[in-house]
């Protein structure tokens, strides 16, 4: 079966291509039913957040996640994009982020977290899974990433080709090194936090210790300012000079990255209350 179709524009669109935006589009329809939710349900999970929060939060960014991944992936060689490898690729992500947006959506309607909660076998047992599906998550970034400086597809501007692999690349191995200290550490938080200490708005960040999710926000999102940044120098700068400033700000942002890392890792907050 071939995996590639012809749009109406006369662009070849593979299953892939479709899977991802659908994926995308379903967390965002899922986010609008539980910010509805998040404001009219008092209930909180320890008396820190709404029971809502942490469902929010997963649909939102994996919506902007698979969307990004969608995008990347439409620079690589076509024959990349319609073999049933890359398809498979895709279909696992599809299983894993279903499973990961409904346990953690349940878990919050339940008022029970989803994240480091071992006081079951089959919470353990879950939690477990949800790291696995988690690194699923993060593969096409690292494999998308591999292939654009590989296989790129034909007429891709140099300088782009190069944000998007850096920012992919060090996006995937930045989040599982964060991430995977969070998880083995069975919180984000270095240090004892008051009860009742003051947060970061929005973000839920602490102000009192070190909060390793500063920096797991950076990791993530070097797949879509390093690519932003690309874009603009493509279009704004001579081919060298847009190469090196991309260079010179996936370094940057990787220093700054493993730099909240550090000082989290010491019990200090960015921004102290």
């Known amino acids: 079966m071939d995996l590639r179709a012809k749009?109406?524009?006369?662009?070849t669109i593979t299953y892939s291509d479709e899977l991802?935006?659908?994926?995308?589009?379903?967390?965002?329809?899922?986010?609008?039913?539980?910010?509805l939710l998040l404001l009219t349900d008092p209930r909180e999970i320890a008396g820190a957040a709404s029971v809502w929060a942490k469902p929010l939060k997963f649909q939102v960014?994996?919506?902007v996640h698979m969307a990004t991944l969608a995008l990347a992936a439409a620079f690589l060689a076509e024959e990349i994009r319609a073999s049933w490898?890359?398809?498979a690729l895709v279909a696992v992500v599809a299983v894993s982020l279903i499973g990961e947006v409904t346990y953690i959506t349940v878990q919050g309607a339940r008022g029970e977290p989803?994240?480091?909660?071992?006081?079951t076998p089959f919470h353990a047992l879950m939690y477990t899974?949800?790291?696995?599906?988690?690194l699923l998550l993060l593969l096409p970034a690292l494999v998308i990433g591999v292939a654009l400086w590989i296989r790129p597809s034909a007429?891709?501007?140099p300088a782009l080709r190069d944000a998007l692999a850096l920012g992919f690349i060090g996006s995937a191995l930045l989040t599982v090194l964060v991430a995977g200290h969070i998880g083995s550490r069975l919180s984000p938080l270095v240090g004892v936090e008051p009860l009742g200490a003051p947060r970061w708005p929005l973000t839920g960040w602490s102000r009192s210790v070190g909060d390793l999710r500063i920096s797991h926000f950076f990791a993530t999102h070097m797949m879509q300012v390093?690519?932003?940044a690309g874009l603009a120098m493509a279009r704004l700068a001579p081919l060298p000079i847009s190469r090196v400033t991309i260079w010179l700000v996936a370094l940057a942002w990787t220093g700054a990255t493993l730099w909240l890392y550090r000082i989290a890792l010491a019990g200090t907050p960015i921004w102290r209350a």
Not at 21 to 35: E, F, S
Not at 114 to 119: A, G, M, R, Y
């Open 129 to 134: 899974l949800m790291g696995i599906g988690a």
């Open 114 to 119: 989803s994240h480091f909660n071992l006081t």
């Open 61 to 63: 960014s994996l919506a």
């Open 7 to 11: 749009s109406g524009l006369g662009v």
């Open 20 to 35: 991802w935006w659908l994926l995308a589009a379903g967390c965002a329809v899922a986010a609008v039913p539980t910010l």
């Open 226 to 228: 390093v690519p932003l």
């Open 155 to 157: 007429g891709l501007d």
């Open 85 to 87: 490898l890359f398809a």
